[in-house]
T-cell receptor, first 111, second 112 residues
């Protein structure tokens, strides 16, 4: 069964600190992995897309890593800001039709 | 300048009614999607539509029917609404099936 598990479920960090969110998946065959940021009451916004051959991708203060062998991905946020408070969702695609969403990590950045 | 817009933003309706949610994208994308996000914030893809090819998620009841009059629009029609249909529905679009998806703001559907 295709599954995407994210950890931690929730996280509180001080503004300016770094943090890392984890995503483990059992989706097969692997097509791509995406990280989304979803602010409360808004639609998800894409942060990164990674395919099998990519193991690091950055988008401003967000850096995603992918280890296709261990089926793990991480999202590292550098120098967090209050506006980073949101849910971060890992999504793994197996081909076109099978898209599996993780349950997300709720991040709260406090001053 | 909204890239993906959905209407209405909120929809409250009684069980058994039929309702539609509209979605339009002005990004020139060729692929559009409908997602459902339940109370636990878990997102599930419902449909994707690429150049007149409709991909149906088998877990979606046939009371849900997408309609795409053209590449820029993908509307969602729901018949005989049930309490369990209450959720936030997101429309999204992308260029190609593997492109980065852009989401709308969501439609919060409440069935009473």
């Amino acid at each position: 069964k295709n599954q995407v598990e994210q950890s931690p479920q929730s996280l509180i960090i001080l503004e300016g600190k770094n943090c890392t969110l984890q995503c483990n998946y059992t989706v097969s065959p692997f097509s791509n992995l995406r990280w989304y940021k979803q602010d409360t009451g808004r639609g998800p916004v894409s942060l990164t897309i990674m395919t099998f051959s990519e193991n690091t991708k950055s988008n401003r203060r967000y850096t995603a890593t992918l280890d296709a062998d261990t089926k793990q991905s991480s999202l590292h946020i550098t120098a967090s800001q209050l506006s980073d408070s949101a849910s971060y969702i890992c999504v793994v695609s197996a081909g076109y039709q099978k898209v599996t969403f993780g349950t997300g990590t709720k991040l709260q950045v406090i001053p | 300048d909204t890239a993906v817009s959905q209407t209405p933003k909120y929809l409250v309706t009684q069980m058994g009614n039929d309702k539609s949610i509209k979605c339009e994208q002005n990004l020139g994308h060729d692929t559009m999607y409908w997602y459902k996000q339940d109370s636990k914030k878990f997102l599930k893809i419902m449909f994707s539509y690429n150049n007149k090819e409709l991909i149906i998620n088998e877990t979606v009841p046939n009371r849900f029917s997408p309609k795409s009059p053209d590449k820029a629009h993908l509307n969602l029609h729901i018949n005989s609404l049930e309490l369990g249909d209450s959720a936030v529905y997101f429309c999204a679009s992308s260029q190609g099936r593997s492109g980065m998806a852009f989401f709308g703001q969501g439609t919060r559907l409440t069935v009473v």
